[in-house]
């Protein structure tokens, strides 16, 4: 029997807020253990949470950007369970009421065809403590680390839409773009900022029923992602033509035997509306004010480049991707550099550049109008491709404009053609077979001696000019 799997996505993202979701705390999870710490996260008794503002902002910017209803009314829940890293026994979510529904986002599927993923619902929620295990020393302890207690975060749900390990990979990038473009969250897996985890189900191809799922969770990269997907897939098929039920539980991906491992039942505990957050009204002005702060998002950005700037469909895709990249391209180009010199050396060269030396387009010191700067002496025929590639990996080392460092470098392109005519004259001395082969109809010669003068030049020549003078020279 042919099987085909049924795949839904849980995502947790964590806000990038100044403070934690219903305290004044520092959202730093990072800092010494327990120094962002109050009565409030602490979960001390009696101590009253109130709502940031801040959260609820910048939760907002999520659901937009992923083009879900936020709803007039929404409220917070306690989910009741006990855990170390939940000591005071429920963790405020929203259940019952969450700040949106009603979401998609488009990806290319694996055929080349728009496919249309839907988003069931967005829920916001406060982040738990961390358990630190300590397994070195004579006896094994585990700490708790309250930082992250109280953190905000939003819970992604979607749709059972996805039918493969590739298209929850290309949902969870399509997500990260959007959510980084609103500016809510970097959405790293590496770091935990942006959690994914997988409900699986298979089902003989062609039907539409709805088997029972198992949780996949602990991948810390898209890429783990779908290794996890593909491997459980694998499994629950086996599962079943061995004639062994699948049950509800959850599953641990393990990155280094590459398999998935039993967990635990899934959790179900009840929820319970909370007395003490009040609940979330949203009026159309504010909802009017949110729409306003919405930036213009990869989509459209990748549509007006190709028509202001006459990029091909996959080269606005790319520099639109990420919102950094598109604005340093823009910026680039704002400095009067064509559009297609900018996207192609920042492709081929720039970010080749930056990858290396572990920098990103923010925190680089060379900035667009030095970049820019370079290009201008290319499309100038100041200089050549080799020697703009040689300044670029100097703007990175140096402060000195891109001027400065070709005068230093020397590199700056003789394009003066009384300058090259007595040194292709010598080239055309020291060749003669070369050029008697051109005469007899071997064209590759030609490439050869505009090397050999390119040499003799020490590679400062400009080629353009150099071919131009040889053809008329041989009477080509
Ligand atoms: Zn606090």
Same mark, same amino acid.
């Given at each position: 029997?042919?099987?085909?799997?049924?795949?839904?996505?849980?995502?947790?993202?964590?806000?990038?807020?100044?403070?934690?979701?219903?305290?004044?705390?520092?959202?730093?999870?990072?800092?010494?253990?327990?120094?962002?710490?109050?009565?409030?996260?602490?979960?001390?008794?009696?101590?009253?949470?109130?709502?940031?503002?801040?959260?609820?902002?910048?939760?907002?910017?999520?659901?937009?950007?992923?083009?879900?209803?936020?709803?007039?009314?929404?409220?917070?829940?306690?989910?009741?369970?006990?855990?170390?890293?939940?000591?005071?026994?429920?963790?405020?979510?929203?259940?019952?009421?969450?700040?949106?529904?009603?979401?998609?986002?488009?990806?290319?599927?694996?055929?080349?065809?728009?496919?249309?993923?839907?988003?069931?619902?967005?829920?916001?929620?406060?982040?738990?403590?961390?358990?630190?295990?300590?397994?070195?020393?004579?006896?094994?302890?585990?700490?708790?680390?309250?930082?992250?207690?109280?953190?905000?975060?939003?819970?992604?749900?979607?749709?059972?839409?996805?039918?493969?390990?590739?298209?929850?990979?290309?949902?969870?990038?399509?997500?990260?773009?959007?959510?980084?473009?609103?500016?809510?969250?970097?959405?790293?897996?590496?770091?935990?900022?942006?959690?994914?985890?997988?409900?699986?189900?298979?089902?003989?191809?062609?039907?539409?029923?709805?088997?029972?799922?198992?949780?996949?969770?602990?991948?810390?990269?898209?890429?783990?992602?779908?290794?996890?997907?593909?491997?459980?897939?694998?499994?629950?098929?086996?599962?079943?033509?061995?004639?062994?039920?699948?049950?509800?539980?959850?599953?641990?991906?393990?990155?280094?035997?590459?398999?998935?491992?039993?967990?635990?039942?899934?959790?179900?505990?009840?929820?319970?509306?909370?007395?003490?957050?009040?609940?979330?009204?949203?009026?159309?002005?504010?909802?009017?004010?949110?729409?306003?702060?919405?930036?213009?998002?990869?989509?459209?950005?990748?549509?007006?480049?190709?028509?202001?700037?006459?990029?091909? %469909?996959?080269?606005?895709?790319?520099?639109?991707?990420?919102?950094?990249?598109?604005?340093?391209?823009?910026?680039?180009?704002?400095?009067?550099?064509?559009?297609?010199?900018?996207?192609?050396?920042?492709?081929?060269?720039?970010?080749?550049?930056?990858?290396?030396?572990?920098?990103?387009?923010?925190?680089?010191?060379?900035?667009?109008?030095?970049?820019?700067?370079?290009?201008?002496?290319?499309?100038?025929?100041?200089?050549?491709?080799?020697?703009?590639?040689?300044?670029?990996?100097?703007?990175?080392?140096?402060?000195?404009?891109?001027?400065?460092?070709?005068?230093?470098?020397?590199?700056?392109?003789?394009?003066?053609?009384?300058?090259?005519?007595?040194?292709?004259?010598?080239?055309?001395?020291?060749?003669?077979?070369?050029?008697?082969?051109? %005469?007899?109809?071997?064209?590759?010669?030609?490439?050869?001696?505009?090397?050999?003068?390119?040499?003799?030049?020490?590679?400062?020549?400009?080629?353009?000019?150099?071919?131009?003078?040889?053809?008329?020279?041989?009477?080509?």
């Amino acid at each position: 029997m042919e099987y085909e799997s049924v795949i839904g996505l849980e995502i947790h993202v964590e806000l990038n807020c100044a403070t934690k979701m219903f305290c004044d705390c520092p959202n730093r999870p990072g800092d010494e253990p327990n120094q962002n710490t109050c009565p409030i996260c602490l979960w001390f008794p009696g101590a009253i949470p109130k709502f940031s503002r801040e959260a609820l902002e910048k939760a907002s910017m999520v659901c937009l950007g992923l083009n879900c209803q936020i709803q007039e009314r929404s409220a917070f829940d306690q989910k009741v369970y006990y855990y170390p890293d939940l000591p005071k026994g429920f963790q405020l979510s929203q259940a019952h009421r969450p700040l949106a529904r009603n979401g998609w986002l488009d990806i290319t599927g694996q055929d080349g065809k728009t496919k249309k993923l839907r988003i069931h619902h967005i829920h916001m929620e406060e982040d738990v403590a961390k358990l630190v295990h300590e397994t070195e020393g004579r006896t094994p302890i585990s700490l708790v680390d309250f930082n992250r207690a109280g953190a905000p975060l939003v819970e992604i749900v979607t749709e059972p839409d996805m039918r493969s390990p590739y298209d929850a990979m290309e949902f969870i990038r399509a997500l990260r773009t959007q959510i980084r473009y609103v500016g809510s969250s970097d959405c790293s897996m590496e770091s935990g900022t942006m959690r994914v985890d997988a409900n699986i189900s298979i089902r003989p191809k062609g039907t539409d029923q709805m088997n029972t799922k198992v949780e996949v969770k602990n991948m810390n990269s898209i890429r783990h992602l779908g290794d996890a997907i593909t491997y459980e897939i694998q499994r629950q098929i086996a599962c079943l033509q061995g004639g062994e039920p699948i049950v509800l539980h959850t599953r641990l991906w393990d990155p280094e035997k590459k398999v998935t491992t039993a967990m635990r039942g899934k959790f179900s505990g009840p929820c319970v509306p909370d007395p003490a957050v009040a609940q979330i009204l949203v009026s159309q002005a504010w909802l009017n004010e949110m729409q306003a702060r919405l930036p213009e998002m990869p989509a459209q950005k990748a549509d007006r480049f190709i028509r202001q700037f006459g990029l091909t %469909r996959e080269e606005a895709v790319m520099m639109s991707a990420e919102r950094d990249l598109s604005e340093y391209v823009e910026a680039v180009i704002n400095h009067g550099i064509k559009p297609k010199t900018a996207t192609h050396w920042l492709a081929t060269q720039f970010l080749p550049a930056l990858r290396e030396r572990r920098q990103t387009i923010v925190d680089t010191t060379v900035k667009p109008d030095r970049f820019a700067g370079l290009l201008s002496m290319l499309e100038r025929d100041e200089i050549n491709a080799n020697a703009a590639r040689e300044v670029l990996n100097q703007l990175f080392e140096r402060d000195d404009s891109p001027a400065e460092l070709v005068e230093k470098a020397g590199v700056r392109q003789i394009s003066d053609a009384s300058a090259l005519e007595g040194l292709i004259e010598k080239v055309l001395v020291a060749n003669v077979s070369a050029v008697a082969d051109f %005469r007899n109809g071997v064209s590759k010669a030609m490439g050869f001696l505009i090397g050999q003068a390119m040499q003799a030049s020490g590679g400062k020549a400009n080629p353009k000019l150099i071919r131009e003078i040889l053809t008329k020279k041989l009477g080509a």
